[in-house]
Nanobody
Framework: QVQLVESGGGLVQAGGSLRLSCAVS????????MGWFRQAPGKEREFVTT????????YYADPVKGRFTITRDNAKNTLYLQMNSLKPEDTAVYYC??????????????????WGQGTQVTVSS
């Protein structure tokens, strides 16, 4: 089993920054890809970004490209999401997820096996 716990969400003004963390336990964190997804009220969950198991490969959804940065510290079993230049449309519950198999797209939520409980990010205008 894999347990994921997000933290770092909160209320921030537009243009501000937040750093989300996702602490992972239960299996070998360094052996699988990780991702961040978000879900705004009344909307479907959407892909935000993903990072390879080594941390050398990343991919971002267009709405966050150039503003968000995903990183991981395999020694600390922790995933991060640095969010800069936040916009009101970034308001959502943010989830980290672990993809333990090599099959499936890293941009699709259905490819991920384990999820955190989510952390709320609210950006005021």
């Amino acid at each position: 089993q894999v347990q994921l716990v997000e933290s770092g969400g909160g209320l921030v003004q537009a243009g501000g920054s937040l750093r989300l963390s996702c602490a992972v336990s239960g299996r070998t964190f360094s052996s699988y890809a990780m991702g961040w997804f978000r879900q705004a009220p009344g909307k479907e969950r959407e892909f935000v970004t993903t990072i390879s198991w080594r941390g050398t490969g990343t991919y971002y959804a267009d709405p966050v490209k150039g503003r968000f940065t995903i990183t991981r510290d395999n020694a600390k079993n922790t995933l991060y999401l640095q969010m800069n230049s936040l916009k009101p449309e970034d308001t959502a519950v943010y989830y980290c997820a672990a993809k333990t198999s090599t099959s499936g797209s890293t941009c699709e939520g259905a490819s991920y096996d384990y999820w955190g409980q989510g952390t709320q990010v609210t950006v005021s205008s």
